[in-house]
């Protein structure tokens, strides 16, 4: 059974402390992986996907990486808009086009 | 605007009674999804459809039916067999094919609560 499992469950930062949630997950094999934003009663905004270890994608203040058997979201000098919930799910292959998710990060940046 | 549209935003449902959740999408999409999403326990799947007059169980189907009777639409009935249906209803869609590339695009969610 695919496994996603994310950590921390909540982190609470303040301006400009870079800091990354980390993302573990147990496939039979990976054919995504999938990192999402989310806003208190709106649903989840797409941010980056990886596909094969070793590989990074960054979007402003964030930067994905990927190894075979985590993936971590970077953080960089954070501002209170970053606010969120940080989700992370993979697609296995034979799994069709099924996301699996962790229960994701909630991130606090404060003033 | 290109995009999907859930409705309704927020719907409250009588014990016993069946309610129908709209997703709605203009991006040509082949595969849709529904997810629900309860505090602490991330998003789980309730249904998926690849292609028009076909879908799928997910990982809690139960006391749940789909259609797809057309390319763009995805009702989700949540029956009075669902015994916990108090949640954020969440609908997706996809391209098909190779999934380079592809990327998976949320509705904005529907909460649906029992009274």
């Known amino acids: 059974e695919d496994q996603v499992t994310q950590s921390p469950e909540a982190l609470r930062l303040q301006e400009g402390e870079s800091s990354s949630l980390n993302c573990s997950y147990t496939?039979?094999?990976?054919?995504?992986l999938f990192w999402y934003r989310q806003d208190p009663g709106k649903g989840p905004e797409f941010l980056f996907t990886?596909?094969?270890a070793g590989e990074e994608k960054e979007k402003e203040r964030l930067k994905a990486t990927l190894t075979k058997k985590e993936s971590f979201l970077h953080i960089t000098a954070p501002k209170p808009e970053d606010s969120a919930t940080y989700l992370c799910?993979?697609?296995?292959?034979?799994?069709?086009?099924?996301?699996?998710f962790g229960t994701g990060t909630q991130l606090k940046v404060e003033l | 605007d290109g995009g999907i549209t859930q409705s309704p935003k927020y719907l409250f449902r009588k014990e016993g009674q069946n309610v129908t959740l709209s997703c709605e999408q203009n991006?040509?999409?082949?595969?849709m999804y529904w997810y629900r999403q309860d505090p602490g326990q991330g998003l789980r799947l309730i249904y998926y459809?690849?292609?028009?007059?076909?879908?799928q169980k997910g990982d809690i189907a139960e006391g749940y039916s789909v259609s797809r009777e057309k390319k763009e639409s995805f009702p989700l009935t949540v029956t009075s067999a669902q015994k916990n249906p108090t949640a954020f209803y969440l609908c997706?869609?996809?391209?098909?094919?190779?999934?380079?590339?592809?990327?998976?695009?949320f509705g904005e969610g529907s909460w649906l609560t029992v009274v």
């Open positions: 997706a869609s996809t391209t098909q094919g190779s999934f380079s590339g592809n990327t998976i695009y």
């Open positions: 496939v039979s094999g990976l054919r995504g």
């Open positions: 990886l596909y094969s």
């Open positions: 799910a993979v697609i296995a292959t034979g799994g069709g086009n099924k996301l699996t």
């Open positions: 991006l040509n999409h082949d595969a």
């Open positions: 459809s690849q292609i028009v007059n076909d879908f």
